[in-house]
Each structure stands twice: as structure tokens, then as C-alpha cells.
């Protein structure tokens, strides 16, 4: 077996298992999983836990397991390096700027730039408080 035949026959799998659980959580409403919930003792927990470890364990004992296992964890590892960084990006830049008028008060580029036209009526006829409020 290649490597190509085993990446691609473990990512079927992956991908079999996702389909699965998401079409099983897809068809449950908000009430099922909370009364399932409820029902489901702290045995119940532990007994299902301990399935995922055996089939974890049972996954990885053989060479071609423990190859894909590997495999799906670099390549987790590898998407996540290059994916996280544009994911957080946008969110984690927020540029500012000293509001015109209001005695450098700093406010968001991206606000003002919105309501410009808005922020400057109501500074010339309200003032700098209230202009500042227009940009919250």
C-alpha cells in the first residue's frame, strides 16, 4: 500500500465519520439532547469514554494505523500553522485613530470612515460628546 492509497482511505474515513455525526446531530432538536443528556448517568459517561479509548488504541496498535493516525496529526498540526493565523487576523486588528475634533480622543478607523459625514454634523451642531456617541 502507498501512501497515497492511505492517506486517501483515511480521510474517507474521516470524512464518513463527520457525515455521520453531523447528520445524527442535525436531525436531533435542542430538547432530545438535553433530555438524552439528563438521562445519561456519569457510568454512561465513563463507559463511553472508555469506547472511544479502546477504539483509539485498537486504531493505532497496528503499523498502518499508527501511520494514518500520524498522518492526520501532522496534517492537522500543518493546516492549523498556516489556517489560524488568517482566521485570527481580521478579528485581532482593530485600527484607531484621534477623533477630529474631540481633543484626541481615539476612536475606530473603520467607524468613522462609516459615519463620517454623520460624525461631523453632529459635532458641529451638538458637540464632542455627542458626535462620540454617534461612533460607539
Not at 10 to 33: E, F, H, I, N, Y
Not at 54 to 80: F, M, N, P, W
Not at 97 to 111: E, N, T
Amino acid at each position: 500500500m502507498n501512501t497515497r492509497d492511505l492517506i486517501s482511505g483515511s480521510l474517507g474515513s474521516v470524512k464518513q465519520q463527520v457525515q455521520a455525526m453531523a447528520s445524527t446531530v442535525c436531525s436531533a432538536s435542542p430538547a432530545d439532547l438535553r433530555q438524552k443528556l439528563a438521562e445519561m448517568s456519569r457510568a454512561d459517561l465513563v463507559a463511553g469514554l472508555s469506547h472511544v479509548k479502546d477504539q483509539a488504541a485498537a486504531a493505532v496498535s497496528t503499523r498502518e494505523g499508527a501511520v494514518k493516525a500520524s498522518v492526520l496529526v501532522i496534517g492537522s498540526a500543518v493546516s492549523i500553522y498556516f489556517l489560524w493565523p488568517a482566521a485570527v487576523a481580521p478579528a485581532a486588528t482593530v485600527v484607531m485613530m484621534k477623533a477630529p475634533g474631540a481633543a484626541g480622543v481615539l476612536v475606530s478607523r473603520v467607524a468613522f470612515l462609516a459615519h463620517k459625514q454623520v460624525y461631523y454634523k453632529v459635532l458641529r451642531t451638538a458637540g464632542a460628546a455627542a458626535a462620540l456617541a454617534v461612533l460607539a
